[in-house]
């Protein structure tokens, strides 16, 4: 049986795409998967899985801290490459670029293994978000990244446009392999969304309060609820006819996402909310973890909303997706450093079957139709006018019903194309 490592500088658990090249891999093949302990690893009996150590910062002028991080980060990395046997392919997750394409490339070099990357979004531009593009350690870690590019046997990138980027700036040929939904991600059913969020209310108040106020209210003819559902005594369960709206959102709270456009958009939503009765009251559920969520948990609980709730749930991995499937509308913040990628984001909500609002650039028309699966803005007033349209009179309008609809109709397609068939198509041929 063939062998491949696959590696990726950062939390396996945050890592959704790099998983599941592991777990395809594994149908046929010994996988070696290297990354962070964070969230769940995947498993399967042809997986070893082996977590990097934390590099422990030190008290240094920041770009020795740096050097340090990425000495350390090359050692340990390496030192779990060559700890197995020879593999046939190794493939890395691209950013980050250093060292993590160094050290591929260098046991390829050696070990004649395949060397694969897979281009997610550019390091160098990543990194041009706090230094200046034109600074020469940009530049560097620019000619870097290129450069073990070409030297790679094969490119897999997530958008025509980076393909097409990459092939004439760098004359480096990648093969598209777009992201698309795991089996988890799809539409589930209203007992689904009773039984999960009757689970999820004994954790937060937010729909536990709501939950014990109705069914202190509640008449013979309904046997339980939730805040979006309702049991009757012949246990069926049916939405509610007055239920608040829930917005829904995923961020790793880092400087490409700017979570201040959603914020402003809710206050304008709150404060016209309290002069319009048709507009309901929101649930906004942002789950993620990253280096800016404690200064923008800090933002939130200084906000005074009177119509909308923010919480910021870690759902476990399971429970991820029907959070998404329990949703009204998405919201994508993800601004994309280099222009370039797509956010897996949007691709899980499009798997649920959920419309989404995302934040505009250029290539995003390759995933997200305007009209047709949801709508893109470009500040806070757009954002705003687009939640409060989506949710007038919710959920009793029956015009914006008919669009809902459609956008959820046009979805159904999206929704049949998973992972696994798009891989075994688009990727397995390269290891097989």
């Known amino acids: 049986m063939k062998r491949a490592c696959v590696v990726v500088l950062g939390e396996l658990g945050r890592s959704p795409r790099t998983r599941y090249h592991a777990l395809s891999m594994a149908q046929f093949m010994e996988v070696h998967l290297i990354g962070y302990k964070g969230g769940a690893d995947p498993s399967h009996p042809n997986i070893k899985i082996s977590h990097l150590r934390t590099y422990p910062n030190t008290a240094c002028p920041p770009l020795l801290n740096y050097l340090l991080k990425s000495i350390w980060q090359t050692i340990s990395l390496f030192l779990f490459m060559i700890s197995e046997n020879r593999y046939d392919f190794v493939l890395c997750q691209n950013p980050p670029a250093i060292p993590t394409l160094f050290v591929c490339w260098i046991y390829c070099l050696f070990s004649r293994a395949k060397f694969v990357i897979d281009w997610h979004n550019y390091g160098h531009s990543i990194m041009a978000l706090a230094h200046s593009k034109e600074s020469k350690i940009v530049k560097l870690a620019s000619s870097i990244e290129y450069y073990l590019g070409r030297k790679a046997d094969y490119n897999f990138c997530v958008s025509e446009a980076m393909k097409n980027d990459l092939l004439q700036s760098q004359n480096i040929q990648c093969k598209l392999l777009y992201d698309c939904p795991s089996e988890s991600f799809r539409s589930i059913t209203d007992e689904e969304k009773h039984l999960f969020l009757t689970r999820l209310g004994v954790n937060y108040t937010v729909f536990a309060d709501d939950l014990q106020l109705e069914n202190s209210k509640r008449s013979d003819k309904i046997k339980e609820v939730t805040i979006l559902t309702e049991k009757n005594s012949e246990n069926i ?20 996402e700017d979570f201040k456009i ?10 016209s909310s309290m002069k319009n009765a048709q507009l309901p009251n929101l649930i906004c559920v942002i789950t993620g973890k990253g280096p800016m969520k404690d200064d923008y948990i800090q933002q939130i609980n200084e906000k005074r909303f009177r ?11 399971n429970d991820y997706p029907r959070m998404v499937a329990c949703a009204d509308l998405g919201v994508c913040l993800h601004t994309s450093s280099s222009g370039l990628d797509l956010p897996m984001k949007i691709v899980d909500m499009f798997g649920s079957g959920l419309p989404v609002c995302a934040y505009k650039y250029p290539c995003l028309t390759e995933l997200v139709k305007e009209g047709e699966n949801g709508c893109m803005f470009e500040n806070s007033e757009q954002l705003a006018g687009q939640l409060k349209t989506w949710f007038e009179n919710f959920p009793n309008n029956s015009e914006q019903n008919k669009v809902i609809m459609k956008y959820r109709n ?13 891989w075994n198509n688009r990727a397995k041929p390269i290891f097989t």
């Open 237 to 256: 369960v049916s939405l509610r006819h007055q239920r608040p709206g829930i917005l829904f959102s995923s961020t790793s709270w880092t400087a490409d």
């Open 262 to 271: 959603l914020l402003q958009a809710l206050e304008d939503y709150d404060f």
């Open 307 to 317: 119509n909308v709730k923010i919480i910021t749930p870690w759902l476990e991995i």
């Open 410 to 422: 046009n979805l159904k397609t999206f929704q049949k194309l998973q992972w696994d068939s798009n």
